[in-house]
């Protein structure tokens, strides 16, 4: 996002954020209601902040055990090099795999750090054996998720003033 775009948003359009964010599924009437305006002006503020990118995207919030994915773990890579191309590589090779959830380059400890979903442990142990045997992967380190206390999309929408 822009800087001007961050300037551009008022304590209205954090109202709108903050609703969208929580339920990203009810109406423009519904919304509009909630932030005191009327629909018209509700959605054209809704689209300027889509066409800003502040808004990126709408989604659902699927629970991975009802489907089947058991594991979710996280996994430190590191590389042989951080020559560009070789970090684009890896970004586009692991980008590729549905598994693979996050995708972040790091600072500290690896130069990538990985969440994946596994359907049972010989699935983890499977993903796992295709990150150690990619290219140019240097070390893997694997972290399982025993529980998970707090997850939350999004960011936090101060109202009053600045984000966060």
Same mark, same amino acid.
């Given at each position: ?10 304590q ?17 009437? $519904? ?18 902040? $889509? $066409? ?26 590191? *590389? ?6 070789? *970090? ?7 980008? $590729? ?40 992967v ?23 003033g600045?984000?966060?």
């Open positions: 996002m822009p800087d001007s775009a961050a300037q551009d948003i008022d209205v359009d954090r109202h709108i954020l903050a609703e969208l964010q929580g339920d990203g599924r009810m109406t423009n009437v $519904e919304l509009a209601r909630r932030v005191g305006l009327s629909a018209p002006p509700c959605l054209r503020r809704v689209r300027r902040l $889509e $066409e800003q990118g502040v808004i990126r995207g709408y989604h659902a919030d699927l629970d991975p055990h009802v489907l089947g994915w058991e594991i979710t773990f996280f996994a430190l890579v590191g *590389l042989e090099t951080q020559k560009q191309a070789v *970090l684009q590589a890896f970004e586009a090779m692991v980008c $590729e795999w549905p598994e693979v959830r996050e995708c972040h380059m790091i600072r500290g400890g690896g130069d990538f750090m990985l969440r994946l979903v596994a359907r049972d442990t010989a699935h983890e142990n499977q993903l796992t054996s295709r990150l150690t045997g990619a290219p140019n240097l070390r893997v380190q694997t972290l399982q998720t025993i529980h998970t206390a707090k997850d939350v999309t999004g960011v936090p929408i101060d109202r009053e600045a984000a966060g």
